[in-house]
DNA sequence: GGAGCTGTCCAAAGCGCTTTGGGCGGGCGA
DNA sequence: TCGCCCGCCCAAAGCGCTTTGGACAGCTCC
């Protein structure tokens, strides 16, 4: 069932009918409705190709994702980042389309998705503080959003973030309050900007108490289950191990976990964990009122959502000016955490 | 820069331009590598919308994604899958478009996606032990491939799945040789087809050796390491305790370690565990040698690629004969089995 | 030397939609 | 009553590509 033969049947015109199914107000009421039902019965959709080369719209944002053999971009973050965007998308008409490439030839993917023309935009996933794609978008001319930002350039771009220094900070506040003076941080990939601000906010708290910031205490990589053991692990058996540590996701703090149970120590007794919590829908945190770890707490699937919404709402007005969206992350308190032990 | 001005400037005619880079025999070579190397050097890439409309094929692969509120489809196995089937669409020149849809309009979604025209083909995920979306998408003749098998349906349609029944009977068979009488199951969704499956094979291996299937010993549900957890906890706290258990996914397996940690026991020793592992890029099983846990193991990054070659094989062919590949999990050792404790 | 190939190229007709630029008749103001 | 506007509708021209149906030269072969 095409727009022609939709027309015939109802002795009208193609131009009248896709009018009147585009809402334009050159046509009666009376036959819009007629067309309205005739095109519902007929289970019609118009031919998303044809629209798409007659308007110049693709109505498909991208998603590039660079597979490499260092970093697993396939995360659990990843997918319920995707889920939100997509709720928006779909809302909004837009389809979700992804790429997935070896990320030597990402460059190359986005001049071709720009090229061949089968998107309207891209939305950057996990920026590092020093990005190559943004130079590129910028030349290739494609409007993006970036989920998180980028600390080493001036060039003016829209993103959506957690404020990452402020909650990790906070967090730090938190068992410095509680008396811990020695903090490990298990974190993320160093050269990722979150991060990197992760880092900020933590040594911003030390810094703010004349605490001196131990590199010992910092370790950075993978946020695996994996990572947060081995690093606990390892850090419990020093002479002055120390007395809490700071995740940087859920998986990594029930790593940590498990590295102070087989030490023989009791998590928000001995040795206290505070972490970030992305309210990823396959791995929760307790229930939001009884959460099992203390947290810095945020929804990616929600930021996923604001991103979708901020860069649909840059492409259908034209007005390419950036736009931010700084989400505050809320700190719970879980069993996790509790005062430093005496001696 | 598109086919007419490219044309123009080599002083051809679009239909020669478009012909020699589509390889077609009507054009000579040396037209043909001007013609390439004009391109590569405008960096011309033909407008997807308009190569589409005009061959009528879309060159793209839908996923539906239903979002539900009891039950989370994008969990870290489906980022996985779609990694997999990702790589191969991108070396095939497919798109990968994934739409999110509120679980109540599945059906129409399919339907819509059908008639709009912009995928080849879909790939659906999750099947359940019955699953209408079969009889729809038979109806609505688009080509397919299940992720996995169904059950309840005599429909012959493509899958690719794990031999689910056959890896839990030799988990179950390896656990019963180790002495274990009374093994827990941990499954996944009861009405989810593989679920089902793993539950046919660990009843198998009991009815094998003439033992009773204790209902008590099987919980159905979302695989989260809190459901691992809650299980291995209030099982272990009843008079009979199971002895192992048998865990469809890595996070329930950590769960399930907890639990038996917090109840005094070490794993391996006073309680085993052998969980069925998809091998995710985020979510490792220890090393590849030295595993954790002993598990069934299967990439379903692979089963992704897997699907998505013979979903593209199906469609290019045009031969819709169903095709089926059945992957067979390997049994290995890890440190969370061992003999059952002498009272 | 002319018929018949063959190799190389082109003009033009779509693909299914949107959109421009009218056409036509009825109601309104002068 | 005439002219004009306005509401409603349509024909036709694209969007950028592929593909059909030749055209034309150069060649072989009898």
């Known amino acids: ?15 009248t009918v896709s009018r009147a199914l585009n809402g334009y107000p050159e046509v009666s009421e009376a036959t819009r409705r007629r067309v309205r039902e005739a095109a519902e019965a007929a289970n019609y959709h118009p ?21 490499s053999d260092r970093h697993e971009i396939v995360n659990p973050v990843f997918a319920d980042f995707i889920a939100g965007a997509g709720e928006v998308y779909a809302r909004a008409g837009y389809d979700m389309v992804m790429t ?18 089968n998107v309207d935009g891209v939305l950057i996933h996990a920026p590092k503080v020093e990005d190559h794609r943004i130079a590129m978008l910028d030349t290739l001319g494609m409007p993006y959003v970036l989920h998180g ?18 909650a990790f900070e906070r967090a730090t ?56 053991h081995d690093a606990a692990r390892e850090m419990l058996q020093w002479p002055d191990p120390p007395t809490a540590f ?41 229930t939001a009122e009884e959460p099992i770890f203390t947290a810095t707490r945020s929804s990616v ?12 709402e840059q492409i259908e007005s034209g007005d390419c000016r950036p736009r931010h969206e700084l989400m505050e992350a809320v700190l719970v308190v879980g069993q996790s955490t509790g005062p430093v032990p005496t001696q």
């Open 173 to 228: 506040n938190f068992l410095l309050d509680l008396g811990h003076r020695r903090i490990a941080l298990i974190n993320g990939i160093g050269e990722m900007d979150f991060a990197r601000r992760r880092r900020r906010g933590y040594e911003a708290a030390l810094k703010a108490r004349d605490m001196a910031i131990d590199p010992a205490l910092i370790v950075e990589g993978e946020m695996t289950e994996a990572q947060g």
């Open 149 to 166: 930002r980028v600390s080493g350039s001036d060039s003016a771009f829209s993103w959506v973030d957690v404020n990452n220094k402020r």
């Open 100 to 117: 997935i490439v070896p990320d030597d030839s990402e460059a190359r993917a986005y001049a071709e998705l720009r090229s061949k023309g």
């Open 301 to 312: 699937r929600e930021a996923g959502r604001r991103c979708a919404a901020l860069l649909i």
């Open 1 to 15: 069932m095409n727009l022609k033969t939709l027309a015939l049947e109802l002795g009208l015109s193609p131009t």
């Open 246 to 286: 700071l995740t940087a996701s859920l998986l990594s703090a029930m790593g940590a976990r498990r590295g102070i149970e087989e030490a023989g120590l009791v998590m928000g007794r001995d040795v206290s964990i505070v972490t970030h919590d992305d309210e990823l829908g396959y791995l929760k945190n307790g």
């Open 47 to 67: 031919n998303t190709q044809a629209k798409r080369l007659a308007t110049g719209r693709a109505m498909a944002i991208g998603h590039i994702i660079p597979i």
